[in-house]
């Protein structure tokens, strides 16, 4: 990922990564331009979903199959055996 730095647009490096949770990273960045100098935060941010996940596909069904009667469960897992 290259960053650039906000103020002369040359390329900068990041020295510290803040990871503040899973969906938003602060970046402790440097110009590498010595006449610049510049110093600044920038974010790598979650933005949105294109495909669920299927770890959480997975999730939600247990979690209807628990909601389920035994007799309900019983009928599912004989429409599944097909
Ligand atoms: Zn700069």
Redesign the pocket.
Known sequence: MRIL?T??G?K?VIGKTDRLSVALTNLYCS?T?PE?G?TFVTNVSFSHTLSPSAKTATEVVSALARALSPEQRKALQQELAF
Do not use: E, F
């Open positions: 730095c103020v002369c040359k900068a110009c331009d610049c510049h």
